[in-house]
């Protein structure tokens, strides 16, 4: 179009058309992309023009009549390349985060190695933390986490060690708990006595407290 407002249906409105692209199949495509550049030798601000793609068959009997055409904005070019551009920047962001993530998943298992390490030495006769350390999972491979199949294995790997974490703090935390204190009482019934340990220790029935 010669210049923003005017009648996009009067042929006077355009510029002379430009033969842009031949092609010899029955379809193609055309991407906005490879307009851009051919736009603009013709208009240098692409924010408020428009333009028309017209089609016509040419073969040895002659060409064809030029078929109605696709009347677009401009705007068009400028907002998919806007679109394209915030693709690729949340794609980015993305993957650096991916990475991110792998590492600091990845230097979270050798520290909850040790701290299984340290409870098997300090409960050496508790079982539970010899356990725990057969069920740490093994490092991932963070050289392909910025591949976008990751995400999965990520998460998944990610959630798995933060359920670990939550069973080995409740575990730690019982093996950390001091006994309760037992006591002794003495238990009378006629000539017998007996003697009852334990934490809350109640004599046996018939018997009464001394």
Not at 128 to 149: H, M, R, V
């Amino acid at each position: 179009m010669k210049s923003p407002g005017l009648d996009p249906a009067a042929n006077s409105s355009y510029l002379e058309p430009v033969v842009y692209k031949t092609v010899n199949s029955g379809s193609f495509e055309l991407y906005y992309d490879e307009l851009k550049p051919e736009l603009l030798k013709y208009m240098s601000d692409l924010s408020d023009r428009a333009f028309i793609i017209k089609v016509r068959a040419v073969s040895e009997g002659g060409a064809g009549v030029w078929g109605k055409g696709y009347y677009t904005k401009t705007q068009e070019i400028l907002d998919a390349e806007a679109r394209k551009k915030l693709l690729a920047e949340t794609a980015e962001a993305q993957r650096l985060d991916r990475i991110n993530r792998c590492s600091v998943i990845n230097n979270a298992i050798p520290q909850l190695e040790n701290l299984v390490n340290a409870y098997i030495a300090k409960y050496p006769a508790n079982p539970t933390f010899s356990s725990f350390k057969s069920e740490i999972p093994a490092p991932l491979n963070c050289s392909s986490a910025g591949d976008p199949s990751m995400a999965a294995t990520i998460s998944d790997q990610d959630a798995r060690l933060a359920t670990f974490d939550q069973r080995l703090t409740s575990a730690m935390q019982l093996a950390d708990r001091p006994p309760a204190n037992k006591k002794t009482i003495t238990c009378v019934k006629g000539k017998v006595t007996k003697k009852v340990t334990g934490i809350a220790p109640k004599c046996p029935s018939g018997y009464k407290k001394k």
